[in-house]
């Protein structure tokens, strides 16, 4: 059985790509979610102790970085280089709160921690301010990362600050999210990589990442960054981009100034046409477990651009049953789509020179490759595999300069997910801390930052986009 065999393509589909779409600004929530937003639905939500979910702030080029005054908590140099940059990003800065003054997000640099006792004060400061953060508002950690070589109490801090993201994370309420960023050793917390990292998070497109931690491995470059087209000049490839989530990572790179080429299979050739000609971008119609994949993308992208420097593996399939019913058929598609095809595509890619230089892989994995999922056994070996192979290619990718990462995502609203039936859907969809589903934006703007040319230092990173979702960690 080819893989594509039984992939169904249908108008709603489509339809449902189209109304997802990535150009920014307020988009339709759920309908509980709607209804709980205001007035007498709100009221009611309130009395009977319901699940409050907000209208997430999702990002737009035109939109405020965030919604007031950042404060920057913490004494040392590394929290004085962030309130630079912070300034530097025409951000309105404090350095410590003041009562009853609305807070856009709150910073807590904490660098150069050397035992437990350092936490307290700067933890005690964030609960202070907690009160007068504002709608959607954002906690940023910046630590460093726990290594064997540390002394146990520098490693017993350092570590202490995971609990602490993850529980506040957990305590913020309407839409606010708490995040945080781990630097290498011997990377300045001021780094380019660690800023692309904080400003990822303080924006609308970290809307529905949660409780997660992103780790800068070096410092980044240097060069001069461009918010608001980042991808200008760059050639990107999406697998399966003709629908879902992959149609909104190609109108969302697009929108970031890249040229897209949209990849999928033969049988989705006109809705994938459709979002290639809507970005003003090429499609190409190639299954992925095609041995030649890796070459014949790259033969497109050189023939017409000159040049690739984006590749985004998105395109996936399930087969559940469980383990105790699996069939070959079954497994073995699976795993030849979703995991064998990107390590064969992968080759091609690091044996292409211009790729290799500085080019960018993402690839998709999901909740269920991390915490697991009955009856997909199948689906989260290969999803747990993209990790494995991500961790072990991103040291090829960094000896030219090259980044590799992976997404995890958790509950997207997406045709896959409307067709759960009602009760169970309710359930999954409001099992994390934002109470509500991810959009396939959410995901598209994750992969969009790993994209950046300021995000250099950031590789070997997976980021789970599932609003904290209580499977997993
Ligand atoms: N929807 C979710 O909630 C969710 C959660 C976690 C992870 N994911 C992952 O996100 C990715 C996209 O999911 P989606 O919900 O948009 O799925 P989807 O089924 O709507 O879209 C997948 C696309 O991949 C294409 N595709 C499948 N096999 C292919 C092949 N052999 N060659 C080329 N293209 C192929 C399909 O034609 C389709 O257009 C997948 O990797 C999926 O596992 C989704």
Redesign the pocket.
């Known amino acids: 059985m080819t893989?594509?065999s039984t992939?169904s393509?249908n108008k709603s589909?489509n339809n449902s790509?189209s109304s997802n779409r990535a150009a920014g600004g307020r988009e339709k929530a759920d309908k509980y979610t709607e209804f709980v937003s205001a007035g007498i639905g709100r009221d009611l939500a309130k009395r009977l102790g319901l699940p409050q979910p907000a209208i997430l702030r999702r990002y737009s080029p035109h939109a405020p970085l965030v919604e007031g005054p950042i404060v920057v908590l913490g004494h040392g140099a590394g929290a004085d280089a962030v309130a630079k940059v912070l300034l530097d990003w025409h951000q309105d800065v404090r350095r410590h709160a003041t009562p009853k003054e609305k807070l856009g997000a709150i910073v807590v640099v904490l660098d150069d921690l050397a035992n437990p006792g350092g936490l307290s004060e700067p933890m005690l400061a964030i609960g202070a301010a907690l009160r007068d953060l504002n709608k959607n508002a954002r906690v940023v950690s910046i630590s460093r990362e726990v290594s064997v070589a540390d002394a146990p109490e520098v490693a017993a801090a350092r570590n202490a600050v995971d609990g602490i993201v993850r529980s506040l994370a957990k305590e913020l309420r309407a839409g606010a999210t708490a995040n945080g960023i781990v630097l290498q050793n011997g990377i300045p917390a001021g780094s380019p990589s660690a800023m692309a990292a904080l400003r990822f998070f303080l924006s609308g497109r970290s809307a529905f990442v949660d409780g997660q931690f992103l780790t800068a491995a070096s410092e980044g470059s240097r060069q001069a960054p461009h918010w608001d087209k980042p991808l200008e000049g760059n050639v990107a490839v999406v697998?399966?981009?003709?629908?879902?989530?992959?149609?909104a990572i190609a109108r969302t790179l697009a929108r970031d100034g890249a040229t897209v080429v949209a990849?999928?299979?033969p049988?989705?050739g006109d809705?994938?046409a459709a979002v290639a000609n809507e970005i003003h971008g090429t499609s190409l119609q190639?299954?992925?477990?095609d041995p030649e994949?890796g070459s014949r993308i790259l033969e497109h992208a050189m023939s017409r651009f000159g040049r690739l420097d984006i590749v985004v593996?998105?395109?996936?399939?399930?087969r559940d049953k469980l383990l105790a019913n699996m069939d070959a058929a079954r497994w073995d598609s699976v795993v030849?789509?979703?995991l064998e095809?990107q390590l064969r595509m992968n080759k091609a890619l690091l044996a292409n020179e211009s790729f290799a230089s500085n080019g960018r892989i993402i690839s998709?994995?999901?909740?269920?490759g991390i915490a697991g999922n009955r009856g997909q056994s199948n689906?989260a070996a290969s999803?747990a595999g993209i990790i494995g192979m991500v961790r072990s290619t991103a040291p090829l990718m960094a000896a030219s300069g090259g980044t590799v990462n992976a997404v995890?995502?958790?509950?997207?609203?997406?045709?896959?997910?409307a067709k759960i039936p009602f009760a169970t859907r309710e359930v999954a969809r409001r099992l994390n801390s934002l109470q509500q589903?991810?959009k396939?934006r959410d995901?598209a703007e994750t992969i969009a930052f790993f994209a950046q040319p300021q995000a250099a230092g950031v590789t070997a990173n997976i980021l789970r986009v599932c609003g904290q979702n209580l499977v997993g960690q």
Do not use: C, W
């Open positions: 893989p594509q992939t393509h589909s790509a697998t399966g981009a003709a629908r879902g989530i992959g149609a990849v999928d299979i049988a989705a809705h994938l190639l299954d992925i477990t994949a593996h998105n395109a996936g399939i399930t030849a789509v979703n095809a998709v994995s999901s909740t269920s689906y999803k995890a995502p958790g509950f997207i609203e997406t045709d896959m997910t589903g991810g396939p995901v």
